[in-house]
């Protein structure tokens, strides 16, 4: 009786172990068929490159930038961080025509180039708006023009270096908030003192989605385009950890710091919706307009950015330079009704039983259960 049990046992086991490696040799095997593999390394291997021709001491130790530095420390309140170049420097006047009209709030602007034409242009225009800049033109010229997923390349570049700001930013000591060119400010943000109602937060961040139960799978994933920092040695270790995993793993600056999030030491809090919005907000309810929105979103094939805010009259500045008042106090109507095409006719969840399933072994086990480390493979697509 017992040599049968063992018998069958063993027979079950060799089963099992030649089921096991079977697997194993499948999912081996599917590493060399899957092309993306190759294109990530690729990608993570130019970045490193690239990265390593513009150090964080280089940015950290450098006199402008101590000089830029030392001008937002000596700020009453928290500046307004924006980051430009020649690609966008139509953006940011039109951004500035926007904060034009709301007190208190373009004397908190100040802004980071990374071409010295882009600068010129806003440092004409805007003198008195603290301005520094961080040249990468000369590394960008040095690459390829055909190199594969170049545009991608460019912008994650752009994001390590900007990892690389707020971490010398935040070893300083200095409180900031990191804002986009391209977001829309329907009302006062600055009355708000958003900062003092997280008084033991050590970052705020805005994120994805909108208030459609779509998104309930996703609370708390991290937008990217509005966040606060308070400058200490925990928030400079999270922006060196950022950039760290950026150049090691093929993920923008907000799935890690989604990711990053999750260490409650680090202290992150998430703002509403009401307040922080991204494009999202188009295609979900209207009831109610927040005071910030990022145009992350909405492009149609052949449009820049200053044709996306043509077609949602968003644009704050006449051709001859000077800020258009009208349209700032137009602005709330425009963003409840502008872009109707995007609106999701059926905001329900749409999930099939084996996601259903997947999700409730997650939170029971308690593994990954806000999918924080799921949202880093997202953009694997992207190569």
Same mark, same amino acid.
């Given at each position: 009786?017992?040599?049968?049990?063992?018998?069958?046992?063993?027979?079950?086991?060799?089963?099992?172990?030649?089921?096991?490696?079977?697997?194993?040799?499948?999912?081996?095997?599917? +590493?060399?068929?899957?092309?993306?593999?190759?294109?990530?390394?690729?990608?993570?291997?130019?970045?490193?490159?690239?990265?390593?021709?513009?150090?964080?001491?280089?940015?950290?130790?450098?006199?402008?930038?101590?000089? #830029?530095?030392?001008?937002?420390?000596?700020?009453? *309140? =928290?500046?307004?961080?924006?980051?430009?170049? !020649?690609?966008?420097?139509?953006?940011?006047?039109?951004?500035?025509?926007?904060?034009?009209?709301?007190?208190?709030?373009?004397?908190?602007?100040?802004?980071?180039?990374?071409?010295?034409?882009?600068?010129?242009?806003?440092?004409?225009?805007?003198?008195? +708006?603290?301005?520094?800049?961080?040249?990468?033109?000369?590394?960008?010229? !040095?690459?390829?023009? *055909?190199?594969?997923?170049?545009?991608?390349?460019?912008?994650?570049? =752009?994001?390590?270096?900007?990892?690389?700001? @707020?971490?010398?930013?935040? =070893?300083? %000591?200095?409180?900031?908030?990191?804002?986009?060119?391209?977001?829309?400010?329907?009302?006062?943000?600055?009355?708000?003192?958003?900062?003092?109602?997280?008084?033991?937060?050590? /970052?705020? #961040?805005?994120?994805?989605?909108?208030?459609?139960?779509?998104?309930?799978?996703?609370?708390?994933?991290?937008?990217?385009?509005?966040?606060?920092?308070? %400058?200490? $040695?925990?928030?400079?270790?999270?922006?060196?950890?950022?950039?760290?995993? /950026?150049?090691?793993?093929?993920?923008?600056?907000?799935?890690?710091?989604?990711?990053?999030?999750?260490?409650?030491?680090?202290? @992150?809090?998430?703002?509403?919706?009401?307040?922080?919005?991204?494009?999202?907000?188009?295609?979900?309810?209207?009831?109610?307009?927040?005071?910030?929105?990022?145009?992350?979103?909405?492009?149609?094939?052949?449009?820049?950015?200053?044709?996306?805010? *043509?077609?949602?009259? #968003?644009?704050?500045?006449?051709?001859?330079?000077? @800020?258009?008042?009208?349209?700032?106090?137009?602005?709330?109507?425009?963003?409840?009704?502008?872009?109707?095409?995007?609106?999701?006719?059926?905001?329900?969840?749409?999930?099939?039983?084996?996601?259903?399933?997947?999700?409730?072994?997650?939170?029971? #086990?308690? +593994?990954? $259960?806000?999918?924080?480390?799921?949202?880093?493979?997202?953009?694997?697509?992207?190569?």
């Amino acid at each position: 009786m017992s040599y049968a049990y063992s018998k069958h046992s063993g027979q079950f086991l060799v089963l099992l172990c030649t089921f096991a490696a079977a697997i194993l040799i499948w999912r081996f095997t599917s +590493i060399f068929t899957d092309y993306r593999v190759f294109r990530q390394k690729d990608f993570l291997l130019t970045l490193n490159d690239l990265s390593a021709q513009i150090p964080f001491e280089n940015i950290h130790e450098d006199d402008e930038f101590d000089e #830029f530095a030392n001008v937002l420390k000596a700020m009453r *309140k =928290a500046p307004y961080l924006i980051l430009y170049d !020649s690609s966008n420097i139509d953006v940011v006047l039109n951004h500035i025509c926007n904060l034009q009209f709301i007190p208190n709030t373009l004397q908190r602007l100040v802004a980071v180039a990374f071409d010295e034409k882009s600068e010129t242009v806003l440092r004409k225009s805007y003198p008195e +708006i603290p301005n520094v800049l961080i040249n990468l033109k000369p590394i960008l010229d !040095s690459m390829d023009p *055909k190199k594969q997923n170049r545009g991608y390349l460019v912008y994650t570049l =752009a994001l390590v270096v900007h990892a690389k700001i @707020c971490a010398s930013l935040a =070893a300083r %000591g200095i409180d900031f908030w990191s804002m986009h060119q391209d977001t829309l400010w329907t009302q006062n943000f600055d009355m708000m003192n958003v900062e003092d109602r997280y008084p033991d937060a050590n /970052m705020l #961040f805005d994120t994805i989605g909108n208030e459609n139960p779509l998104y309930h799978r996703m609370r708390d994933w991290v937008c990217g385009a509005t966040f606060f920092v308070r %400058g200490n $040695p925990t928030t400079f270790q999270f922006f060196r950890q950022l950039e760290s995993y /950026m150049l090691s793993y093929q993920s923008p600056d907000s799935s890690i710091m989604t990711y990053l999030c999750g260490h409650h030491h680090y202290k @992150c809090e998430f703002l509403p919706q009401w307040m922080v919005s991204s494009f999202n907000y188009f295609e979900g309810p209207r009831e109610n307009v927040p005071v910030l929105i990022q145009l992350d979103g909405g492009k149609k094939p052949g449009e820049s950015k200053m044709d996306v805010l *043509k077609r949602g009259h #968003f644009v704050f500045r006449h051709e001859n330079g000077t @800020c258009n008042e009208r349209s700032f106090h137009k602005l709330r109507d425009y963003v409840k009704y502008g872009f109707p095409d995007a609106i999701q006719k059926d905001g329900s969840l749409k999930e099939n039983w084996y996601s259903k399933t997947i999700y409730f072994f997650k939170n029971l #086990f308690n +593994i990954d $259960p806000w999918n924080r480390k799921f949202y880093l493979t997202i953009h694997q697509s992207l190569l």
